[in-house]
């Protein structure tokens, strides 16, 4: 695989503060300081200043603005995440996502455009070192010369001897049909 398991954000139990149930709906935008595990559904915004943890059972319906957000479950709006997006197996985005740093597993689904903050020093160097080499240019086509007589008679190969139509000549005096080959 790409990617290694230490690129995925780790979050301890202890530091969740917030837990939304399986069997709780909340309508409306969930605003925490610390971070949230929804097994539920939350029908609004989530806005976290830690992690957003959405488990399996799990669903979003709105935009979420996070420092870190783990997707296992279903999440249909746009992500603004600080740091680092993970989207495990069972994870589904349906929105935009605008992060640093993103993890997609392979069997998870994402539809929408994400867009990649990356550090602005690194991406000046980049724009420059593409701006300072010339673009490649197609090799211009080459006309061919104009036609001459000399050209044209270099051109066709020269025959020794051709055979043409073989003509009968209109008998003489009751003479036998004679019969001529002509030659070039």
Do not use: W
Not at 7 to 32: A, C, M, W, Y
Not at 64 to 93: F, H, R, S
Not at 140 to 150: D, G, I, L, R
Not at 152 to 164: D, H, L, Y
Request: charged share 30%; hydrophobic share 25%.
């Amino acid at each position: 695989m790409f990617f290694r398991d230490d690129n995925k954000v780790r979050v301890s139990q202890t530091s969740i503060s917030t837990f939304i149930g399986s069997d709780t709906k909340i309508e409306g935008t969930l605003i925490t300081s610390s971070s949230v595990r929804i097994d539920g559904t939350v029908v609004g915004g989530v806005c976290a200043e830690g992690t957003v943890v959405l488990s399996q059972s799990g669903q979003i319906q709105g935009n979420v603005i996070a420092d870190n957000i783990i997707v296992a479950g279903v999440v249909d709006g746009n992500l603004t995440i600080n740091d680092k997006t993970n989207i495990e197996p069972t994870g589904e985005v349906y929105g935009d996502i605008n992060t640093s740093k993103i993890l997609i597993d392979e069997q998870s689904v994402f539809q929408g455009n994400c867009n990649m903050n990356v550090d602005r020093s690194k991406a000046r160097k980049g724009r420059l070192r593409l701006k300072e080499t010339e673009p490649i240019k197609a090799p211009e086509k080459q006309e061919k010369p104009a036609k001459t007589e000399k050209t044209e008679k270099s051109e066709k190969p020269e025959k020794t001897e051709t055979v043409q139509d073989t003509k009968e000549k209109k008998p003489e005096n009751n003479e036998p049909v004679k019969k001529e080959r002509t030659t070039k």
